[in-house]
Nanobody, 115 residues
């Protein structure tokens, strides 16, 4: 089993920044690929960023140049640094990981971008 706990969400003004954290119950080396998804009100859940097993990263077009996914194995934590936030980034952000061919999800953390 893998437990994922997101934190770091909150209210931020447009153009601001937030750093989301996903604390895992085991080494992130063993639960890759890891990813961040988000779901805005009235919309389907969408992929935001991925950290693959080989360490490579990929991003959705709408966050390229603004968001960065990274990991700290010593802390069993994956981060999503979000810069130049826009109102359309408002959503619940979810951490996702794979372990033994099974997908795990955190409970999500709310990000609201508004003036």
């Amino acid at each position: 089993q893998v437990q994922l706990v997101e934190s770091g969400g909150g209210l931020v003004q447009p153009g601001g920044s937030l750093r989301l954290s996903c604390a895992a119950s085991r080494s992130i080396f063993s639960i890759k690929p890891m990813a961040w998804y988000r779901q805005a009100p009235g919309k389907e859940r969408e992929l935001v960023a991925v950290m693959s097993s080989d360490g490579s990263t990929n991003y959705a077009e709408f966050v390229k140049g603004r968001f960065t996914i990274s990991g700290d194995n010593g802390k069993n934590t994956v981060y999503l640094q979000m810069n130049f936030l826009k109102p359309e980034d408002t959503a619940v952000y979810y951490c996702n990981a794979w372990f033994r061919a099974y997908s795990y999800w955190g409970q999500g953390t709310q990000v609201t971008v508004s003036s």
